[in-house]
């Protein structure tokens, strides 16, 4: 059975491959053999294409936002009067 495979969709993009399905768990593939062997359980893995598309992107757009999140905390970071002094327990003072 061939299946497409996203786990690696956002650093390698999306691959075909062989596979053989678990007997015990229909959630379950294992890839034989490739450059990624292994088992991979779902959503990592589709029968079509267009759900494997479909999975990259919703990785992509929750990628974005949590990078987003990063990017507005970083630039919400305000380093005068943050300094801590290391031997005591107060803040050292910044004047600008």
């Known amino acids: ?11 390698e993009g999306i691959y075909l491959a062989e596979v053989e399905l678990s007997q015990t768990d229909d959630n379950r593939v294992t890839v034989l053999h490739g450059h990624h062997s292994g088992i991979f359980r779902r959503p990592d893995w589709h029968v079509t294409v267009t759900g494997a598309i479909n ?21 919400r970071l305000d380093f005068y009067g943050q300094i801590k002094d290391c031997n005591s327990t107060g803040v050292v003072q910044i004047n600008n």
């Open 1 to 11: 059975m061939k299946v497409y495979i996203t786990r690696y969709a956002l650093t």
């Open 55 to 75: 999975r990259a992107e919703q990785m992509r757009k929750e990628k974005i936002q949590s990078l987003q999140k990063q990017i507005d905390g970083l630039e």
